[in-house]
């Protein structure tokens, strides 16, 4: 019987598939291996997609005439830096005496790529058995698991058409489009700015993300603040508490334009004729025409996938989001939490069915092993895969990210590890929580007005209706959030204010101490921040910060959990875009925004997040076998050809200046 030859992403992680398989093994260079079995490694990519002039050493040189480059038979080539770890990867996979692979990279679209294309390069032969490991977790019993129900890796072959279409397309893209645009538009660009040349690089993401930072900056410019005057009541007296005007249909005002929205005025002029119309009232009082109490109750958020994570981390951490995909990464590589590259944020049946390994291990820990106790004393984990929190259809490579149960104690008290730790494991233990529950009043009063003080030159002897109302909510039993953080609930008056409405009936009068203006004004759009950039990307290209309104449009995102941190990177470096470490807000170069500018008078689809998001859509669905790969490859070939020629017809690069100065006089 042969040797099997196990192959992970990395050292690290190869070191833990020696340690699960109990191997007694001889370290050598580049790999460890026992009697039984090897266990190797890559170093991330080993393999890439050669660039033009190894097709053609002509094509070295940018030329017009030379594109658009579409290769009929795609070539690749082992990366300078990690050729001796190829070698000797090649050289085990190909061993006479192996006769079994375990495919143990990251499992995910670009795990699968990585190792396709190592097998491919060192073509290994069909006499040797490959079978595909997918794990959650680097836990000993997840990696056992994952050899023993391990899969013949044929089963996966869409998944990896998914990957070369993927590296494909943004190869052709970027190749294609950064080089007819940089030859089209890089001199108009390099003579504003006084350089000796520009490139204009681009991709499918990274311009579509580009475009949105540049969009929401011009919208906060142009943003013309509107001031506006709401009505306030103040009720009882100096100390009571108030109450806010808002036009209905038996108002005097009610379709007017003079109205700002529903419930103010855009002059104060306006604002103040009604106050002194509603003072004319002897005696200054109003009625209360309904009272409505009610109890609303918030269940637990979803669990954390990776955007989720990154964008709470970035308002509390401060932190980009490859900071804290790296640290969930060696979160995850401790064996202490799950997968991080995930965009599921919920679980599996089989997970939810033996959750109380994780709630058992969680018991050990110093802050949060009383709650998982008090969830595992009281039984509140049974009937867990009944709940929104799993659901077998939502989740595509893996479930969300939640901890493992693996002793955590080790991690350093205060550390930024120890900080997204806990973030993971109060989201995880709050599912087993009830919802929080709020007592909420809400009162309405009618005063009259007499519409002949409004009205000049008529008077009409019906009064109108101004209505004016007021509500609080307070919590009255916390549930998860006794896990999560309670929230600050006295801030709008809280418990005392409650009682004082608790205390009124409808039909009773409510004296009115003042009647008085108070000035708004509308708020520009704010800037993305690095958290926030995330969650729009899931999103395509909407900032949703409602959970509910995510889940719906969920699977339409631009890049994947696994490419969206790096995006962002890539912007800064290319100097694109900036990022406040301090704020982690994100705002645009006058390069980015004369990119943007190029980009939107000649390939603007590019800045679509739809469009863009739709393409990965169309990954995904090659991954699952909706469409094959050669309907999507000459879909794709097909929008690179006509965008490409269009832009090598066109002459616009004059115009262009006028808005590179307009971006431009906004920056020193």
């Not at 350093?412 to 995880?428: A, C, D, H, M, W």
Request: aromatic share 10%; proline share 3%.
């Amino acid at each position: 019987m042969g040797k099997k030859v196990f192959i992970a992403e990395k050292p690290s992680v190869a070191n833990e598939f020696a340690k699960a398989l109990k191997l007694n093994t001889k370290k050598h260079d580049g790999y460890l291996e026992s009697d039984e079995a090897i266990v190797t490694w890559c170093v991330g990519h080993l393999v890439r997609l050669s660039y033009p002039e190894v097709y053609n050493e002509s094509l070295k040189r940018w030329s017009l005439d030379t594109i658009p480059f579409m290769p009929k038979e795609y070539k690749y080539e082992v990366i300078d830096g990690v050729k001796k770890q190829f070698n000797i990867v090649k050289g085990l996979l190909t061993r006479d005496d192996v006769d079994t692979i375990y495919i143990c990279t990251d499992s995910g679209r670009e795990g699968e790529y990585i190792y396709r294309l190592v097998d491919q390069e060192a073509k290994v032969g069909a006499d040797k058995q490959r079978k595909r490991v997918w794990i959650d977790s680097q836990t000993e019993e997840e990696i056992i698991r994952g050899i023993k129900e391990a899969k013949d890796w044929k089963e996966y072959d869409k998944l990896s058409d998914s990957a070369y279409l993927r590296a494909k397309e943004d190869y052709l893209m970027g190749i294609n489009f950064s080089r007819v645009l940089s030859l089209k538009y890089g001199n108009s660009i390099a003579n504003f700015l006084n350089e000796k040349y520009a490139v204009v690089s681009v991709g499918r993401v990274m311009t579509c993300v580009l475009g949105m930072i540049v969009k929401r900056e011009r919208e906060i410019r142009e943003f013309v603040k509107t001031p506006f005057y709401r009505i306030i009541a103040k009720c009882g007296s100096e100390d009571g508490f108030e109450m806010e005007w808002k036009v209905n249909e038996k108002s005097f005002y009610a379709g007017l334009p003079v109205l700002y929205k529903d419930n103010g005025f855009l002059e104060e002029a306006e604002a103040k004729r009604f106050i002194e119309a509603l003072k004319k009232n002897d005696p200054l009082e109003m009625t209360v025409s309904e009272i409505s109490k009610k109890t609303e109750k918030k269940n637990p958020p979803l669990l954390y996938n990776l955007a989720e994570a990154q964008n709470d981390c970035s308002k509390i951490f401060k932190i980009a989001p490859n900071d804290t995909l790296k640290v969930i990464q060696e979160l995850y590589e401790k064996k202490l939490v799950t997968y991080p590259r995930t965009d599921a944020r919920v679980l599996s049946t089989a997970v939810a069915k033996e959750i109380t390994k994780n709630l058992n291990g969680l018991k050990n820990n110093k802050a949060y092993g009383g709650y998982a106790s008090k969830i595992l004393g009281s039984g509140a984990y049974k009937g867990l895969e009944k709940t929104k929190y799993v659901n077998d259809k939502q989740i595509t490579d893996h479930y969300a990210i939640i901890p493992t149960g693996v002793n955590s104690n080790s991690l350093t008290p205060g550390s930024l590890q120890e900080g997204v730790y806990n973030l993971i494991v109060k989201r995880f233990l709050s599912i087993f929580y009830p919802a929080a529950v709020y007592k909420k009043i809400n009162i309405t009063g009618c005063m009259e007005c007499d519409r002949s003080l409004l009205k000049d030159g008529e008077t009409p002897d019906n009064m109108s209706s101004e209505v004016f109302s007021t509500s609080v909510k307070v919590l009255e039993s916390p549930g998860y959030l006794e896990i999560a953080g309670m929230p600050n609930d006295d801030k709008e008056g809280g418990q005392d204010m409650f009682s004082l409405l608790n205390g009124i009936r409808k039909n009773d009068k409510i004296n009115i101490a003042d009647i008085y203006e108070k000035m708004g004004e509308t708020s520009p759009p704010k800037r993305y921040n690095s958290g926030s950039l995330i969650l729009a990307m899931e999103n395509a290209g909407q900032l949703i910060e409602d959970e509910e309104l995510r889940e719906q449009i969920k699977g339409s995102g631009i890049g994947t959990s696994a490419t969206r941190a790096e995006i962002i990177d890539k912007l800064i470096r290319n100097k694109y875009i900036s990022l406040n470490k301090k704020t982690q807000i994100i705002s645009p170069k006058l390069m980015g925004e004369m990119i943007y500018d190029v980009v939107s008078a000649s390939i603007n689809q590019l800045l679509n997040p739809e469009l863009t998001a739709s393409w990965e859509k169309g990954l995904t669905m090659v991954a699952q076998g909706e469409i094959s790969a050669e309907e999507y490859m000459q879909k794709l070939e097909g929008f690179v050809e006509r965008r490409t020629n269009y832009v090598k017809g066109v002459n616009n690069q004059s115009k262009l200046r006028a808005y590179y100065q307009r971006a431009a006089a906004n920056y020193k």
